[in-house]
Protein backbone atom coordinates (compact mmCIF):
# COMPACT_ATOMS: atom_id res chain seq x y z
CA UNK A 1 0.00 0.00 0.00
CA UNK A 2 1.07 3.21 -1.10
CA UNK A 3 1.73 5.46 1.82
CA UNK A 4 2.97 9.55 2.56
CA UNK A 5 3.58 11.23 5.50
CA UNK A 6 4.24 14.51 5.96
CA UNK A 7 5.93 15.96 9.33
CA UNK A 8 7.86 19.31 9.81
CA UNK A 9 4.98 21.36 10.37
CA UNK A 10 4.28 23.90 13.08
CA UNK A 11 4.54 27.82 13.40
CA UNK A 12 7.19 29.94 12.48
CA UNK A 13 7.78 33.82 12.78
CA UNK A 14 7.79 35.85 8.87
CA UNK A 15 11.46 35.24 7.68
CA UNK A 16 12.26 32.25 9.31
CA UNK A 17 13.09 29.11 8.30
CA UNK A 18 11.37 25.43 8.15
CA UNK A 19 12.15 21.74 6.41
CA UNK A 20 9.03 19.65 5.77
CA UNK A 21 9.70 15.66 5.36
CA UNK A 22 7.97 13.16 3.42
CA UNK A 23 8.37 9.83 4.36
CA UNK A 24 7.43 7.54 1.72
CA UNK A 25 6.54 3.36 1.62
CA UNK A 26 4.81 0.80 -0.33
CA UNK A 27 6.27 1.85 -3.98
CA UNK A 28 9.92 1.82 -5.19
CA UNK A 29 10.37 5.35 -4.04
CA UNK A 30 13.41 6.44 -6.49
CA UNK A 31 10.82 5.84 -9.83
CA UNK A 32 8.74 8.36 -8.88
CA UNK A 33 8.89 11.99 -9.09
CA UNK A 34 7.33 13.57 -6.53
CA UNK A 35 5.64 17.23 -6.14
CA UNK A 36 4.53 19.59 -3.10
CA UNK A 37 0.93 21.15 -3.12
CA UNK A 38 -0.02 23.39 -0.78
CA UNK A 39 -3.86 24.83 -0.06
CA UNK A 40 -3.95 28.13 2.55
CA UNK A 41 -6.76 27.71 4.62
CA UNK A 42 -10.54 27.84 3.18
CA UNK A 43 -8.67 27.93 -0.31
CA UNK A 44 -7.93 25.90 -3.01
CA UNK A 45 -4.74 24.15 -4.46
CA UNK A 46 -1.63 25.44 -5.13
CA UNK A 47 1.44 23.81 -7.21
CA UNK A 48 4.27 24.24 -5.40
CA UNK A 49 7.17 22.47 -6.04
CA UNK A 50 8.03 19.21 -8.01
CA UNK A 51 11.52 17.05 -8.17
CA UNK A 52 12.11 14.60 -10.65
CA UNK A 53 12.92 10.58 -9.54
CA UNK A 54 16.75 11.29 -9.54
CA UNK A 55 16.46 14.45 -8.15
CA UNK A 56 18.44 16.11 -10.72
CA UNK A 57 15.26 18.14 -12.05
CA UNK A 58 13.59 20.89 -9.78
CA UNK A 59 10.79 23.18 -10.67
CA UNK A 60 9.39 25.79 -8.08
CA UNK A 61 6.10 27.92 -8.55
CA UNK A 62 6.81 31.85 -9.11
CA UNK A 63 5.84 32.31 -5.44
CA UNK A 64 7.69 30.55 -3.74
CA UNK A 65 11.32 30.45 -6.93
CA UNK A 66 14.36 31.17 -4.58
CA UNK A 67 12.57 30.76 -1.08
CA UNK A 68 11.77 26.92 -0.95
CA UNK A 69 13.90 23.86 -2.34
CA UNK A 70 12.54 20.75 -2.82
CA UNK A 71 15.17 17.78 -2.31
CA UNK A 72 14.89 14.29 -2.12
CA UNK A 73 16.84 11.09 -0.48
CA UNK A 74 15.95 8.24 -2.31
CA UNK A 75 17.92 6.03 0.09
CA UNK A 76 15.76 7.14 3.17
CA UNK A 77 12.33 6.91 0.31
CA UNK A 78 12.02 10.76 1.94
CA UNK A 79 11.29 13.98 -0.15
CA UNK A 80 12.22 17.17 1.90
CA UNK A 81 10.83 20.77 1.20
CA UNK A 82 13.15 23.44 2.42
CA UNK A 83 11.36 26.75 3.52
CA UNK A 84 13.06 29.61 3.91
CA UNK A 85 12.26 33.66 4.07
CA UNK A 86 8.77 32.59 4.99
CA UNK A 87 5.67 35.10 4.65
CA UNK A 88 2.62 34.97 6.38
CA UNK A 89 1.37 34.25 2.62
CA UNK A 90 2.49 30.47 2.99
CA UNK A 91 0.64 29.60 5.50
CA UNK A 92 -1.09 26.65 4.45
CA UNK A 93 -1.39 22.80 4.34
CA UNK A 94 1.64 21.17 2.43
CA UNK A 95 0.46 18.24 0.94
CA UNK A 96 3.35 15.66 -0.46
CA UNK A 97 1.64 13.74 -3.73
CA UNK A 98 3.10 11.34 -5.84
CA UNK A 99 3.58 11.47 -10.20
CA UNK A 100 1.53 8.77 -11.57
CA UNK A 101 4.02 6.86 -13.67
CA UNK A 102 7.04 5.06 -12.93
CA UNK A 103 10.02 6.50 -15.05
CA UNK A 104 7.57 8.20 -17.09
CA UNK A 105 9.54 11.05 -18.45
CA UNK A 106 6.51 13.62 -18.79
CA UNK A 107 4.40 14.03 -15.03
CA UNK A 108 1.49 14.24 -15.55
CA UNK A 109 -1.10 13.46 -12.88
CA UNK A 110 -0.80 12.98 -8.40
CA UNK A 111 -2.40 9.49 -7.98
CA UNK A 112 -1.24 9.49 -4.39
CA UNK A 113 -1.59 12.22 -1.60
CA UNK A 114 -0.14 12.35 2.41
CA UNK A 115 -2.39 13.92 4.78
CA UNK A 116 -1.04 17.74 4.80
CA UNK A 117 1.26 19.02 7.45
CA UNK A 118 0.42 22.58 8.41
CA UNK A 119 2.62 25.48 8.39
CA UNK A 120 1.47 28.43 9.91
CA UNK A 121 3.47 31.59 9.72
CA UNK A 122 2.82 34.30 12.05
CA UNK A 123 4.46 36.63 14.27
CA UNK B 1 1.76 31.28 -17.54
CA UNK B 2 -1.49 29.05 -18.12
CA UNK B 3 -4.31 29.86 -15.76
CA UNK B 4 -7.34 27.44 -15.17
CA UNK B 5 -10.96 28.94 -14.49
CA UNK B 6 -13.69 27.29 -13.46
CA UNK B 7 -17.39 27.63 -13.32
CA UNK B 8 -19.40 27.82 -10.96
CA UNK B 9 -17.26 28.02 -7.85
CA UNK B 10 -20.23 26.77 -5.92
CA UNK B 11 -22.85 24.89 -6.92
CA UNK B 12 -26.36 22.90 -4.53
CA UNK B 13 -28.07 20.23 -6.45
CA UNK B 14 -29.87 17.46 -5.30
CA UNK B 15 -29.35 13.54 -5.34
CA UNK B 16 -29.65 12.41 -8.54
CA UNK B 17 -29.39 15.52 -10.60
CA UNK B 18 -26.98 15.47 -13.52
CA UNK B 19 -24.48 18.33 -12.19
CA UNK B 20 -21.56 19.98 -14.58
CA UNK B 21 -18.56 22.11 -14.12
CA UNK B 22 -16.29 23.06 -16.67
CA UNK B 23 -12.66 24.48 -16.45
CA UNK B 24 -11.18 27.06 -19.25
CA UNK B 25 -7.82 27.30 -19.74
CA UNK B 26 -5.88 30.89 -21.35
CA UNK B 27 -3.86 28.59 -23.79
CA UNK B 28 -4.78 25.54 -25.75
CA UNK B 29 -3.81 22.76 -23.36
CA UNK B 30 -4.83 19.67 -25.55
CA UNK B 31 -5.80 16.94 -23.34
CA UNK B 32 -3.24 17.71 -20.84
CA UNK B 33 -6.34 18.11 -17.95
CA UNK B 34 -7.37 16.61 -15.05
CA UNK B 35 -9.67 16.49 -12.66
CA UNK B 36 -9.72 15.90 -8.43
CA UNK B 37 -12.28 15.36 -5.50
CA UNK B 38 -11.35 16.74 -2.26
CA UNK B 39 -13.67 15.90 0.57
CA UNK B 40 -13.83 18.49 3.61
CA UNK B 41 -10.31 17.60 6.08
CA UNK B 42 -9.29 15.39 3.52
CA UNK B 43 -6.34 15.29 0.74
CA UNK B 44 -7.34 15.23 -3.08
CA UNK B 45 -8.24 12.49 -4.80
CA UNK B 46 -8.04 11.66 -8.75
CA UNK B 47 -11.07 11.04 -10.71
CA UNK B 48 -10.24 11.75 -14.08
CA UNK B 49 -6.74 12.09 -16.22
CA UNK B 50 -5.97 13.37 -19.82
CA UNK B 51 -9.51 15.28 -19.94
CA UNK B 52 -11.65 12.19 -20.09
CA UNK B 53 -9.90 8.88 -18.55
CA UNK B 54 -11.79 7.43 -15.27
CA UNK B 55 -9.26 6.55 -12.99
CA UNK B 56 -9.46 2.57 -11.05
CA UNK B 57 -11.85 2.63 -8.89
CA UNK B 58 -13.72 5.97 -9.48
CA UNK B 59 -17.30 5.28 -9.77
CA UNK B 60 -19.08 5.61 -13.37
CA UNK B 61 -21.09 8.75 -12.64
CA UNK B 62 -17.84 10.80 -12.76
CA UNK B 63 -17.23 11.85 -16.18
CA UNK B 64 -14.94 14.25 -17.72
CA UNK B 65 -14.65 15.65 -21.30
CA UNK B 66 -13.13 18.33 -23.66
CA UNK B 67 -9.73 19.31 -25.32
CA UNK B 68 -7.66 22.68 -26.37
CA UNK B 69 -9.62 25.54 -23.83
CA UNK B 70 -12.75 24.81 -22.47
CA UNK B 71 -13.18 21.41 -20.32
CA UNK B 72 -16.63 19.65 -18.50
CA UNK B 73 -16.66 17.53 -15.21
CA UNK B 74 -19.62 15.94 -14.87
CA UNK B 75 -21.45 13.81 -12.74
CA UNK B 76 -24.67 11.85 -14.01
CA UNK B 77 -26.31 11.23 -10.79
CA UNK B 78 -25.45 13.06 -7.47
CA UNK B 79 -24.94 11.00 -4.33
CA UNK B 80 -24.91 12.51 -1.03
CA UNK B 81 -20.99 11.34 -0.23
CA UNK B 82 -20.39 13.36 -3.84
CA UNK B 83 -20.19 16.33 -1.11
CA UNK B 84 -16.88 17.85 -2.34
CA UNK B 85 -14.90 20.99 -3.83
CA UNK B 86 -13.75 19.60 -7.76
CA UNK B 87 -10.36 20.70 -9.02
CA UNK B 88 -9.06 21.01 -12.35
CA UNK B 89 -5.67 21.13 -13.10
CA UNK B 90 -3.56 21.15 -16.31
CA UNK B 91 0.28 19.60 -16.88
CA UNK B 92 1.52 20.65 -20.09
CA UNK B 93 3.57 23.73 -18.47
CA UNK B 94 4.07 22.97 -15.02
CA UNK B 95 1.11 22.29 -13.22
CA UNK B 96 -1.80 24.71 -12.35
CA UNK B 97 -4.85 23.98 -10.27
CA UNK B 98 -8.40 25.68 -10.86
CA UNK B 99 -9.87 27.59 -8.06
CA UNK B 100 -12.34 25.21 -7.02
CA UNK B 101 -15.93 24.32 -7.96
CA UNK B 102 -17.78 22.83 -4.35
CA UNK B 103 -20.86 21.18 -4.89
CA UNK B 104 -23.25 21.05 -2.06
CA UNK B 105 -26.43 18.49 -2.00
CA UNK B 106 -29.34 19.49 -1.13
Known amino acids: EVQLLESGGGLVRPGGSLRLSCAAS????????MGWVRQAPGKGLEWVSTISASGGSTYDADSVKGRFTSSRDNSKNTLYLQMNSLRAEDTAVYYC???WGAGKVMVTRFDYWGQGTLVTVSS | DIQMTQSPSSLSASVGDRVTITCQAT??????LNWYQQKPGKAPKLLIYDASNLEIGVPSRFSGSGSGTDFTFTISSLQPEDLATYYC????????FGQGTKVEVK
Open chain 2, 89 to 96: QQYIDLWT
Open chain 1, 97 to 99: ARF
Open chain 2, 27 to 32: QDISNY
Open chain 1, 26 to 33: GFTFNNYA
